[in-house]
């Protein structure tokens, strides 16, 4: 058989198979985190309405979120603090190195819970003269390993998936404060819908320290991006810039710039 009849024998007819093209589309939005409704029909050949509706029984599976004109992938929450701190972790030292950067001596900066944060704690240089707040006990133990840094840790009660404080008695504390600075965590984020995270309370503190800090910076491996989880934080414009590392896609990539949004990729 010729190469040609071979490739015919073996393309898969989405329209007639609905279960192999709910399939391809979940593989799309995992390698690609958004898929477009038009696209997605030119490309698998069924109408439109056929891939609204495989979008809209793939979000009541939890698969994806349909927003305006297709979906993004829905993260599922990522579990425990602790059973994430040896996630990755070459890549979060990446994308700390590069993060650290951005830090200025001699002023006040949020560090927010989170495992690539703590490996921002890590890498501040030794020689670095500044305050940092946080409210993450590890991150804080961290710090006072710098002996050049005034450390202040605000408490509460402790989130076992953030491992972080993020209680009324939190924001209570954070209330009496302003920051230069704020590396602040997120769970997932979409260029469309901004930083968003799976925790209620989380959402509202992370929210009060946009209100109270000049800058802020958000790290994030590349598998968060391009995908909501539930709670809303911000909007991409209210990010100084984001970081995240290699495993970014072009597409992704492209995109991220297309809206102005200052992005450095750890390499």
């Known amino acids: 058989m010729r190469d040609s009849d071979n490739s015919k024998a073996t393309m898969v007819d989405y329209a007639a198979f609905p279960p192999q093209r709910q399939c391809k589309i979940k593989q799309l939005l995992s390698e690609q985190g958004r898929v477009v409704c038009a696209e997605l029909s030119r490309a698998l050949n069924v109408s439109e309405h056929t891939i609204r509706r495989d979008l809209k029984e793939l979000a009541r599976a939890g698969a994806c979120k349909r927003v305006y004109g297709g979906a993004v992938n829905m993260l599922a929450p990522a579990g ?13 030292a990446d994308i700390a190195r590069a993060a650290v950067g951005v830090l200025k001596p001699d002023t006040c900066v949020f560090i927010d819970a989170g495992t690539t944060n703590l490996a921002v704690a890590r ?17 804080a133990a961290e710090l006072l390993r710098h002996p050049e840094l005034e450390v202040i ?14 209680s009324i008695d939190t924001l209570r504390q954070l209330e ?3 920051f230069d600075q704020c590396l602040l965590g997120g769970c997932a984020f979409d260029v469309h819908h901004g930083l968003t995270v799976f925790g209620y309370e989380e959402a509202e503190f992370k929210k009060t ?6 800058e802020i910076f958000v790290a994030l491996t590349a598998n968060k991006l391009s995908a909501l989880a539930r709670y809303r934080v911000c909007d991409s414009d209210d990010i100084t810039t ?17 809206h102005k949004l200052n992005v450095i990729v750890a390499r």
């Open 80 to 92: 425990n603090f602790n059973e994430r701190l040896t996630e990755d972790d070459s890549v979060k």
């Open 123 to 139: 890498l501040i240089p030794d020689t670095m003269k500044l305050t940092v707040v946080c409210n993450s006990p590890l991150i």
């Open 153 to 166: 840790l605000i408490g509460g009660k402790i989130n076992r998936e953030t491992g972080g404080a993020v």
């Open 176 to 178: 009496t404060m302003y």
């Open 209 to 214: 320290l946009l209100r109270r800090s000049n």
């Open 242 to 258: 984001l970081f995240t590392d290699k495993g970014l896609s072009d597409a992704s990539l492209n995109l991220l710039q297309q």
